[in-house]
């Protein structure tokens, strides 16, 4: 290898750790002192650096506290593109999900230590919470482009992309509201499963109803 290429994948590795060092030192912080308790400038020291580096890479101490989340809206991404293209959208989506949670290298929330207590207090938190959002929405931008890929429309012009990922990104949040409030770190794939059970009920009621609207508006033209 060139030894100049060197220098630059060493700097990225550094930056990596960097960054890396300083979230979990925000994680452990928020977690056990409170949000409200914990400044930059602790966080910093904890991961042994000044106040100037830490914002380098992060804006706010719940960006860094909440840092290690955005890696699974990635990851729920990686599994929708791996989807068997045949699969309508929303259920692609769905599955999707449930391969992230069933998958044991991805280490869904509902594995990983700490993070149903880190949601817990993004639920209590408004600024925590409004980071949490942020991070779902950029995930659910590149959903949507990969939906809009499936089957094969510009998502500038055709509004089923988004409207699949709104739908499924929603079922997601409702599970991981009713996890949070249950109290039980384990049961996750249960909630989940529950709230894409009720998106379908939902769903049909509504095809349901639709058609019963339509056959009543021919029955009126016809008389």
């Given at each position: 290898m060139n030894p100049e290429r060197k220098i630059p994948e060493r700097r990225s590795r550094k930056a990596r750790r960097t960054r890396d060092t300083l979230a979990q030192a925000a994680f452990e912080l928020v977690l056990d002192r409170g949000l409200r308790n914990v400044t930059v400038e602790e966080i910093a020291?904890?991961?042994?650096?000044?106040?100037?580096?830490?914002?380098?890479?992060?804006?706010?101490?719940?960006?860094?506290?909440?840092?290690?989340?955005?890696?699974?809206?990635?990851?729920i991404n990686e599994a929708l593109r791996a989807r068997p293209a045949p699969e309508p959208p929303l259920l692609a989506y769905r599955r999707a999900v449930l391969d992230w949670l069933?998958?044991?290298?991805?280490?869904?929330?509902?594995?990983?230590?700490?993070?149903?207590?880190?949601?817990?207090?993004?639920?209590?938190?408004?600024?925590?919470?409004?980071?949490?959002?942020?991070?779902?929405?950029?995930?659910q931008q590149d959903s949507i482009a990969i939906v809009a890929d499936r089957?094969?429309?510009?998502?500038?012009?055709?509004?089923?992309?988004?409207?699949?990922?709104?739908?499924?990104?929603?079922?997601?949040?409702a599970a991981q509201a009713a996890w949070v409030r249950g109290g039980r770190p384990d049961a996750l794939p249960e909630r989940v499963a529950e709230a894409f059970d009720a998106l379908a009920e939902t769903a049909g009621e509504a095809a349901e109803a639709t058609e019963a609207t339509e056959a009543a508006s021919e029955t009126e033209a016809s008389s």
């Open positions: 020291e904890a991961a042994d650096v000044d106040r100037r580096t830490f914002s380098r890479y992060f804006p706010s101490k719940e960006a860094a506290a909440l840092d290690s989340l955005r890696g699974d809206g990635d990851r069933a998958d044991p290298e991805a280490e869904a929330w509902h594995r990983r230590p700490r993070i149903f207590e880190l949601l817990v207090v993004a639920e209590e938190e408004p600024t925590l919470y409004a980071v949490f959002h942020h991070i779902r929405v950029d995930a089957i094969g429309v510009d998502p500038r012009q055709d509004i089923r992309p988004a409207v699949t990922v709104a739908a499924g990104a929603g079922a997601l949040l």
